[in-house]
């Protein structure tokens, strides 16, 4: 069983529409992140949280401790979003934090 | 600002031969610098840490005298591939902790073809 796992694996969406990924990890973590990886593999730091809610445009990404699952919200998707999710546990190594990938949630939103 | 600049972006090279890759910290210091691999379709995978002045610490299953690393500044870390083989085709891809609120920066990747 992996430490952290995502769902769902693929998603399709219309242009428009509210989009949730969820993430679950079962290990103890300094931080969660979601990052963005374009079609080219370019890979973007989206948020960083270790506790509530951070909202950047019409990204809004949750995080509740207690449960050990956060999710990452699209509102009002565009094609422009299509990409893969990844969320990523960060895990306190001592001197720098590893981080332990999920697998990715492939996004295609149409027209 | 915390920008890491990667390259080559693309690569392609013949069996056996050797391929470095360079990540470069523009604006920040990075005193650690881990190394990804990831192959089609796949999550990202670590090979390995690097730390400014010291040795790299390896992950396991990762051969440290195939995929050499060098972080010998504060904004410049090496990986290089010897002896590459086709199957070590792959995206490779940096990231350096920085102090921004996202934590982690990364490199634009490098895809690296063996033939």
């Known amino acids: 069983k992996n430490e952290v796992e995502q769902s769902p694996q693929n998603l399709t969406a219309q242009e428009g529409e509210f989009i949730t990924i969820n993430c679950s990890y079962s290990v103890g973590i300094s931080a969660l992140h979601w990052l963005q990886q374009h079609p080219g593999g370019g890979i973007v730091s989206l948020f960083m949280?270790?506790?509530g809610k951070k909202k950047h445009g019409r990204l809004i990404a949750t995080i509740n401790i207690q449960e050990k699952h956060s999710s990452l919200h699209i509102t009002a998707s565009h094609p422009r979003d299509s990409a893969v999710y990844i969320c990523a546990a960060s895990i306190n190594t001592g001197t720098a934090s590893k981080l332990t990938f999920g697998t990715g949630t492939r996004l295609q939103v149409t027209l | 600002g915390a920008v890491v600049s990667q390259h080559p972006s693309r690569v392609i090279c013949k069996s056996g031969t050797s391929v470095k890759i360079e990540c470069r910290s523009l604006d920040f210091q990075a005193t650690t610098m881990f190394w990804y691999r990831q192959f089609p379709k796949q999550s990202l995978m670590l090979m390995a840490t690097s730390n400014e002045g010291s040795k790299a610490t390896y992950e396991q299953g990762v051969e440290k005298d195939k995929f050499l690393i060098n972080h010998a500044s504060l904004t410049l870390s090496t990986l290089t591939v010897t002896s590459a083989h086709p199957e070590d085709s792959s995206f490779y891809i940096c990231?350096?902790?920085?102090?921004?609120?996202?934590?982690?920066?990364f490199g634009s990747g490098t895809r690296l073809t063996v033939v």
């Open positions: 949280l270790s506790s």
């Open positions: 990231s350096a902790p920085n102090m921004t609120n996202y934590g982690y920066t």
